[in-house]
């Protein structure tokens, strides 16, 4: 009777990790869509603002496409400016580590 209750019990855990494993898989496949869908309804308003130039007289499309330009270059710009400060914090991040290495080096020579 006991090594029954506990291949009982053992299947019990089994399945009950099994469901979590399948609802985490399930949760993150969720999150991996809701994630894809929201990139694809902004490429979409990003394109209907796009083909909104089509509809505009040529000045006000050339114009519109001029402030376009300029915002993705400051955009650019502002990306690259956050790229050097993430470089500059892994540098001193690395700095930081070769200086510990030594130190621990130095303690273990000891």
Known sequence: KRQEDIALVERQVYEAEANSTNGALRRKDYDN?????????????????????????????????????????????????????????????LSVRDSLLHDIGSVELQ
């Open 33 to 93: 869509l809701r994630h894809k869908e929201s990139e694809l309804q902004a490429d979409l308003e990003c394109l209907d603002d796009e083909l909104a130039v089509f509809d505009m007289p040529i000045s006000d499309a050339r114009e519109y496409l001029v402030d376009k330009t300029e915002a993705d270059k400051a955009k650019a710009a502002s990306v690259d400016e956050e790229i050097a400060g993430v470089d500059a914090e892994i540098e001193q991040l």
